[in-house]
């Protein structure tokens, strides 16, 4: 009888470990949602020239959920200066636009990078706030040379990711 009482309890604890591992995994993952969206546009010769527009379309199907923004640039570290503006233009399903000057800060008063630097590469990111789309459908972001320079260069690629 008290063998059968133990072998009873090895199960349940076996199964109440087993339940907090599976209810703990659903937890991780649930939080650790993939992106929505995630692509790069890489330009040639190392170089963002102002006729060289990068487009990314994305497919939105979610008006309810609020969506991070994530802007990426990768540059050299021969890139002269400490940041870069870009024009952002966003058209809508609906055809209405929108389009803002925006500022991707690169590096520090005293020249250190603020992006992660792995070799001659450094990956500067920018999040913006957080907000679900306002319609379904497709959505179009144009990305454009902002500076004053009619090339910029050290400028490997610039990307969009929507989590």
Not at 110 to 133: C, H, T
Not at 138 to 162: H, P, S, W
């Amino acid at each position: 009888m008290e063998i059968k009482k133990a072998k009873m309890r090895n199960k349940s604890l076996v199964f109440l470990v087993f339940a907090i591992v599976v209810i703990q995994s659903m937890l991780t993952t649930s939080c650790t949602s993939p992106a929505m969206y995630d692509q790069t546009y890489d330009f040639e010769n190392q170089s963002w020239s102002k006729s060289d527009t990068a487009i990314f379309e994305v497919e939105v199907g979610d008006t309810v959920l609020n969506r991070d923004f994530i802007l990426s640039l990768r540059t050299t570290k021969s890139y002269l200066y400490s940041n870069l503006w870009i024009y952002i233009m966003i058209t809508a399903p609906d055809g209405s636009t929108s389009k803002v000057a925006q500022k991707i800060p690169l590096a520090n008063p005293d020249g250190s990078w603020i992006g992660r630097v792995s070799g001659s590469l450094v990956e500067s990111r920018l999040r913006f706030d957080s907000k679900p789309f306002p319609i379904k459908g497709t959505y179009v972001f144009k990305m454009v040379n902002a500076t004053q320079e009619e090339v910029i260069g050290e400028v490997l690629d610039i990307g969009l990711r929507i989590e």
